[in-house]
């Protein structure tokens, strides 16, 4: 299952940074995952530094 952003967003970049297959990108408020590439690694779940990034 996708990993999801939630509103505790800081838009830091971290979490671009750590995804191998580039499932992140810059959202209207805050950074978004897209669902259909995410492979559910979590990489981008340890970098975030609020805890934004979650199972779906």
């Given at each position: 299952?996708?990993?999801?952003?939630?509103?505790t967003c800081i838009?830091?970049?971290?979490?671009?940074?750590?995804?191998?297959?580039?499932?992140?990108?810059?959202?209207?408020?805050?950074?978004?995952?897209?669902?259909?590439?995410?492979?559910?690694?979590?990489?981008?779940?340890?970098t975030c530094p609020?805890?934004?990034i979650s199972e779906?």
């Open positions: 299952m996708a990993r999801v952003i939630n509103d838009s830091c970049g971290s979490c671009i940074e750590s995804c191998p297959v580039d499932a992140i990108s810059q959202g209207d408020t805050q950074y978004v995952i897209d669902a259909d590439a995410c492979i559910d690694c979590g990489a981008c779940e340890s609020t805890g934004a779906a």
